[in-house]
């Protein structure tokens, strides 16, 4: 047995995220069905990211145990029975100890969103069109009191049990290209619903209805309640996984931030 490392972009429009459901057509259960026409079996997957519904992917990263010599072939192959819609980018052997999402050091997600007095049926899709100006600098503002180890209780979807929803964000960058606002979140790891409700937060901020140092009182109550709106989840793309403590980039590396 030997460790298979795909990278797959993927449309998330017609999915209902990531993991396999009952009745659900998903990312894993598409790759899944197709993985047993090729191999003749089911693998485990271990997946870095698991992607909402309608959440997008350039760059997620699957690992899986299986008996292959030729994996060139078996990207040909998945990319003429997915594609479109899911493309194997990259497919290469790992290392013994390689998982998918164990072996990840961080993430980064990036949210685009179009702020023109239109939608663009050619990017519709993959952007959240809200129309209206956003002030950048309030929002760089309001990002910088969530960047650091926080717990972003009032910003996610809280874990079944006693899962703990302290996370390290490293980066959240606020830019813009004409009417496109795009939101850039590096983390360790993210939490179910994260980085939408961090853009939501954000939005309301640039828009003049919170003051960007209002962010602190939402994240010190640890109460979801608090978060004033989640963004919806067409705008948000899985860009990158990093391994490694040098940061070995898999996927499309993000442009460059302003």
């Not at 089911?42 to 030729?70: E, I, K, M, N, Y």
């Not at 969530?146 to 490293?170: K, M, N, Q």
């Amino acid at each position: 047995m030997t460790v298979v490392r795909l990278t797959l972009a993927y449309d998330g429009t017609s999915f209902r995220g990531w993991a396999r459901q009952p009745g659900q057509r998903t990312v894993a259960g598409l790759l899944e069905a197709a993985l047993q026409q090729v191999l003749g079996v089911v693998p485990r997957l271990s997946v870095a990211g698991r992607t909402d519904a309608g959440v997008h992917a350039r760059g997620q990263v699957v690992s899986f145990d299986v008996d292959l010599d030729d994996l060139d072939r078996l990207r040909r192959q998945l990319n003429s029975m997915l594609g479109p819609e899911v493309v194997v980018t990259d497919a290469r052997f790992a290392s013994a100890d390689f998982d998918a999402r164990f072996s990840a050091t961080a993430r980064e997600y990036r949210y685009r969103i179009d702020t023109g007095a239109f939608a663009d049926p050619f990017s519709a899709r993959w952007v959240w069109h809200r129309e209206g100006e956003l002030s950048v600098p309030r929002m760089r503002e309001g990002a910088a009191h969530l960047v650091g180890e926080h717990d972003f209780a009032s910003f996610c979807r809280r874990p079944p049990g006693d899962g703990s929803t302290s996370r390290r964000l490293e980066r959240l960058a606020v830019g813009r290209r004409g009417e496109r606002v795009e939101i850039s979140a590096r983390a360790n790891a993210f939490l179910h619903q994260m980085v939408r409700a961090l853009v939501g937060t954000l939005v309301v901020v640039g828009a003049g209805r919170l003051e960007p140092d209002g962010v602190v009182s939402i994240l010190a109550a640890r109460d979801r309640s608090r978060s004033p709106q989640m963004a919806p989840a067409q705008g948000l793309t899985l860009e990158r996984v990093v391994y490694g403590r040098r940061g070995e980039p898999i996927g499309v590396p993000s442009p460059t931030e302003r």
